[in-house]
């Protein structure tokens, strides 16, 4: 069963870039496709992007002009950067697997990041 | 604002059934059979219960069902029980992945 988690900073200052990684087991990055989900605290969820082992990426329109995703098959990890971080970006980042459009059966457990000074 | 409308709340006693709603339009969910339920505990990660309207991921009880009529699509959560407590939430595709704003399931 594969197994994802994340990993980057905590807390970010704003204006500054946020950068995280997930590293994935039991299974191989260089199939399905892969995304970044986020959660601000006590609210909804937020699709990022999603990408494809091929570099195929497909990124929110909101978010577009902020968003890179990029994989590293040798690592079997995708990383997700994030700029001109404010304080609504603060929220629990999830990594997750899509099997199909809008489809994500697995799921990392979250990392929180904060956007203050 | 969430691009899907689901109610806030939904609640019912062990062993009843209990339906949440997902509107959307024609551009989403009436137009696209990629709608999936996720259902998320306090502090965790969300967790896929039901996925192209209707299909049940592998571990996923029976009790769950999925349905769409038009703009709207279901979750039909039958026999309650306790640890079926959560926020539930709809996704659709249409070019891009929208989620509904969530709904907190009671069991009282």
């Known amino acids: 069963q594969v197994q994802l988690q994340e990993s980057g900073p905590g807390l970010v200052k704003p204006s500054e870039t946020l950068s995280l990684t997930c590293t994935v087991s039991?299974?191989?990055?260089?199939?399905?496709?892969w995304s970044w989900i986020r959660q601000p605290p006590g609210k909804g969820l937020e699709w990022i992007v999603y990408t494809y082992y091929s570099g195929s990426t497909y990124p929110n329109p909101s978010l577009k002009s902020r968003v890179t995703i990029s994989l590293d098959t040798s690592k079997n990890q995708f990383s997700l950067e994030l700029t001109s971080l404010t304080a609504a970006d603060t929220a629990v980042y999830y990594c997750a697997r899509s099997i199909s459009w809008g489809v994500f059966d697995s799921w990392g457990q979250g990392t929180l990041v904060t956007v203050s000074s | 604002q969430s691009a899907l409308t689901q109610p806030p709340s939904a609640s019912g006693s062990p062993g009843q059934s209990v339906t949440i709603s997902c509107t959307g339009t024609?551009?989403?969910?009436?137009?696209?059979?990629?709608v999936s339920w996720y259902q998320q505990h306090p502090g965790k990660a969300p967790k896929l219960m039901i996925y192209e309207v209707t299909k049940r991921p592998s571990g996923v009880p029976d009790r769950f069902f999925g349905s769409k009529s038009g703009n709207t699509a279901s979750l039909t959560v039958s026999g309650l029980q306790a640890e079926d407590e959560a926020y539930y939430y709809c996704s659709s595709y249409a070019g891009r992945v929208e989620f509904g704003g969530g709904t907190k399931l009671t069991v009282l």
């Open positions: 024609s551009s989403d969910i009436g137009g696209y059979n990629y």
């Open positions: 039991g299974g191989s990055i260089s199939s399905s496709y």
